[in-house]
């Protein structure tokens, strides 16, 4: 008997899908009545446990250690395309155009290509993969491929010819030139989606074969080709954003063609075919179908957001986009890597009927989100300001802009923990094969975003828009994990370490807010560099003598316990 037939869900079931909205408290989910519905005693489950096979969790390491190295570089470089958008840009008119119109093509990637496809592709592969021969795998995938060259040609010509008719509902506060550069800027960059949902698929491809490291350096070409944008074709063009579209491109055709000679390397080989459709094609787009929808209503808060901020005049949508990357930084390295490093291995254990291990694999990756998630929100809180000063405030980005910025992330941060377990559910869901759960959820987070976006944007301007952003993505996630971790009890060796790392975050930031006030007329270098540094020492020393280290150690040893009792600390 399947976990689905022992557990029993209510009306407002619902499983999260993606990062485009937060969670509701960190241990909301997790202190959830829970109701043992079996007549057996009841069950707990403890990243102490040994996993199967014996060494998973040093590949685990290794995977996230490994994705980590390539998104950290891809997130620097990342960091650098900002920092040269804001030298050129500034929180602006012309930035907030280019904003506007890459939202719809990166909407249709997040929807049609690096969201729902990839994440519903790699179960299937998977299981394909385990449970017949390999060629039937790489013909599930020539056969999808085959299909988006067919369609994505159509979708973006459809995008070309219509941007003049959706942009201006999108940016309804952008006056007549603005709205002129945004439709012609639409029109560069939309190709981008036809390109970048190939390589998506290809992403999903290298990720069941577990070469994650091939996979998390794609996107590392993207940004150089977005700098050659901003840097040298910027510059020869008029007006100089034009260029920027260029660059994204650039940087997409760059990001395909980096990944052909890893995807070889695995043994596959694309045949055009179309017809017959592959029988899991049609299982794919059965999975997809409830993932598109919800991931187009968690999208209508990024659309809420850049509409209503449309009206708060030049710079409100620059400012929620310059805080959004540094929030996205630790998500994109730590999160990122720990959810895409964990998909083969829920995919593994479900497709075995390998109850145990698959919620083993869930408590291990909320525990590791928490542990490295929280102090960098801690970090930044404390010098968030000074980090987007030393970043950004050149040429045409200004003290007020830094201001406005700091303002923003700080109230994005709220989310920054919740976003991560986000990841991990949502992976956790859809190797179950269960894309239906996130739609509620997503839909619910989206009705309290809009109704928080019109109550604060007028007392907090875009600083509201950021704090519905964070409380609407909690409420998400808690719905998540009540749903994931229903009829199952968590083992009080996780709850306590959860206190664990909440007490030693306290202690980072006296740390870090200690050094920073004893610096207060130094240089932004050093405000930076200083805290962090202590920070850094301060934390690492705390998870060493502290039972935090049993999570370091389990992802260190292969047949490592972190307790004895799944009630003891």
Known sequence: MGLDDRCEFSSHNAEGRRLALLLRTPT????????????????????????????????????VLLMAAATALSRGLGLLRDVAIADHFGAGAAYDAFLIA???????????????LSTAMVPIYTQLKESSPEADADGFASNLISWLILLFPMLVLCGILLAPIYIPFLASGFDPAKLSLTVTLTRIVFPFIAIIGIAAVIMGILNAHRRFFAASLAPVWFNVGMLVGILILAPRMEPPILGVGLGVLIGGVAQLGSQIPSVL??????RFQLFPIHADIRRLAGLMTPALLTLAVAQVNLMV???LASHLGDGGISSLQYAMRLFQLPLGVLAVSIATALLPRFSKAWARQDEGAFYRHLDQGLLVSALMLLPAMVGLLV?????????????????????RTARVLSFYLIGLVPYGWVYVFTRAAYARSKPLFPLLASAVAVGVNVALDLLLISSMREAGLALATAISGICNAAMLGMILLWNRR?????????????????????????VRVCLYDASRLLGVLMPTVAGIIFYASFVRLSPLWRIVSALREPNNHVSGSSTSV
């Open 28 to 63: 909301a989910c997790l202190f959830w009545p829970i109701r043992h519905v079996s007549t057996g005693p009841p069950r707990s489950y403890s990243i102490g446990t040994q996993l199967d096979p014996p060494h998973s969790m040093t590949r685990l390491a290794r995977d």
């Open 102 to 116: 890459f939202f719809v093509p990166h909407f249709l990637r997040q929807l049609l290509a690096e969201g729902a």
């Open 383 to 403: 010098i968030g300001s000074d980090v987007i000063g030393l970043l950004f405030e050149h040429g045409s980005f200004v003290a007020v802009d830094t201001a």
């Open 490 to 514: 968590l083992p009080m060796n996780s709850i306590a370490q959860l206190g664990w790392i909440g007490l030693g975050c306290v202690g980072l930031f006296a740390v870090t807010a200690g």
């Open 305 to 307: 957001d850049n509409k």
């Open 265 to 270: 390397k695995t043994g596959f080989r694309f």
